[in-house]
């Protein structure tokens, strides 16, 4: 049975690969069952009697992904960014995350994330929520009323956190996280679970090893954070002294990628979820032999050479959040250099290291510290593009949930509609500048109609 059928008519933009843009003006985008069937100028005789929301010349762009970003520390953003990162969690973030053992403060706080969230240029995310399984939750079940499909974590930690915010033993952390992906199995529809140790100085060996076991078992995706921070690989280095590199240190455990991208067909989706745990362990074993386990590592702001090329050849995903490591002081990521190795990188907001949820401003950030980092640092590698900025914005992230982040056949239909009549301007300009406008220009005010998976969000 068909559950939609219907098109979008505006002017359509979105990535014909990483350095082009397409532009189709007073078009169609047809969304069937959930699913782009095109992008055409006059639509095709087997669509021309389906409903039509006409747009007039308002833009219609695929939905982008927060690749990284962290639900509890919404409640303090645009605060305490005169640290960097070790002391920032020690002072700021940790005592805040701590307040979410309180169910009736997590849900104050979380409807205003969630909220926030889905009244943003936000269509899919990977969250992190806090070491709390009530919490996580609840914050799971708001996002999956919120229409938006989003990958959450309940964060592990068992080592170097505060009295407040730690988990008793690595054991305690493993059987918590079991309980957790039991109680929410079969429980959501677009929100689905990701296995989030925090990063390796709040793990021990024993609970990495633990969350390893987990991810074969429930053939879950993981996230975490990688070489953000100098202060932060030094004591990695310290920690695990077996570690070739910080990355070793994730892979060691098996928490370390081993497949190009996150296959989200049907199957995938219901084992990644927890809904179908009687499967073929063969569909999750790479053709090397070493198990798949879909990764996103947030920063990789200084990682050296020999853990770029293992982030290449095991498929992991890099969230770069330029917002987070300006605000924090972590440095510059060599974006140029990933995006010309041809490795997957979304963008993420990091909040609350980065302060802003709207992904046209980590657009702009990433554009803006290319030019820093170029100017500065290395004039071999160029700053990145408008065209590099939305595809990484769109595709580069939402591959990481199958075929997310297009307007091309088979895509997941999300996209947004976007109303710049705001923006003035006094003479003529072309559909690329709107774009490139609204990177620097928008607000929320221009965000009109939003839609995941075929389903009306706003
Ligand atoms: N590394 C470990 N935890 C965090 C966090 O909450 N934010 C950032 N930016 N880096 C981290
Ligand atoms: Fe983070």
Redesign the pocket.
Same mark, same amino acid.
């Given at each position: 049975m068909k559950k939609d059928l219907f098109a979008l008519k505006g002017t359509i933009c979105y990535s014909k690969n990483q350095k082009e843009l397409i532009f189709a003006e007073n078009s169609y985008a047809v969304c069937e069952n959930g699913l782009c069937a095109g992008v055409f100028s006059q639509l095709p005789e087997e669509y021309k009697d389906i409903p039509v929301k006409d747009m007039g010349d308002r833009l219609i762009i695929p939905g982008f992904t927060d690749l990284h970003l &962290?639900a509890p520390?919404y409640a303090y953003r645009g605060t305490g960014m005169d640290l960097e !990162?070790l002391d920032w !969690?020690n002072t700021i973030?940790f005592p805040q995350e701590a307040k979410y053992a309180d169910l009736s403060y997590a849900k104050k706080a979380y409807s205003i994330f969630v909220d926030d969230l889905k009244h943003s240029f936000t269509t899919r995310a990977c969250i %992190?929520a806090t070491l709390h399984r009530p919490a996580t939750e609840l914050l799971m079940d708001m996002l999956e009323e919120s229409g938006l499909a989003t990958m959450v974590g309940k964060v592990n930690m068992d080592r170097n956190g505060a009295p407040e915010l730690q988990e008793k033993s690595a054991q305690a952390s493993a059987q918590d996280t079991r309980q957790w992906l039991e109680e929410i199995k079969g429980r959501y529809d677009h929100t689905y679970p990701i296995l989030t140790p925090? %990063?390796t100085p +709040?793990c021990t060996d024993e609970l990495m090893t633990e969350l390893g076991k987990i991810q074969r078992e429930y053939h879950l995706p993981v996230q975490s &954070?990688l070489s953000?921070n100098f202060g932060?690989i030094a004591w990695v280095k310290e920690l695990c002294p077996t570690s070739r590199f910080y990355g070793d240190a994730y892979d060691m455990f098996g928490l370390f990628g081993t497949k190009p991208a996150f296959n989200t067909n049907e199957a995938d989706f219901a084992s990644a979820s927890g809904l179908n745990t009687t499967d073929n362990t063969a569909a999750h074993i790479s053709s090397d032999g070493a198990s798949v386990c879909p990764t996103i590592m947030?920063h990789c702001v200084h990682s050296t050479d020999e853990e770029i090329q293992m982030i290449k050849d095991q498929g992991v995903y890099i969230a770069h959040c330029p917002e +987070?490591n300006t605000d924090?002081a972590s440095g510059i990521a060599p974006v140029r250099l990933y995006l010309d190795m041809g490795l997957h990188v979304g963008l993420g907001t990091?909040v609350a290291?980065g302060f802003s949820l709207s992904m046209f401003r980590a657009m702009a950030d990433a554009i803006q510290v290319s030019k820093l980092r170029w100017r500065l640092m290395d004039q071999t590698q160029a700053p990145v593009t408008l065209e590099e900025a939305f595809y990484m914005a769109t595709i580069g992230g939402g591959s990481f949930f199958g075929k997310v982040g297009s307007f091309e056949k088979g895509y997941e239909f999300d996209a947004m509609i976007l109303d710049d009549s705001n923006i003035r301007h006094p003479q003529e300009i072309s559909t690329r500048d709107r774009l490139e406008r609204l990177v620097y220009l928008s607000d929320d005010r221009n965000l009109v109609g939003k839609y995941v998976q075929g389903r009306k969000v706003i």
């Open positions: &962290h520390q !990162l !969690l973030t %992190f925090r %990063f +709040s &954070h953000e932060e947030a +987070s924090i990091d290291g």
